[in-house]
């Protein structure tokens, strides 16, 4: 679960710096 969470984390993150 905390995998699943930091991944969606590390997308968001990706996304806003994109």
């Known amino acids: 679960m905390i995998e699943e969470l ?3 984390s590390d997308i ?3 996304y ?3």
């Open 6 to 8: 930091n991944l969606t």
């Open 12 to 14: 968001s993150t990706n």
């Open 16 to 18: 806003e710096s994109d």
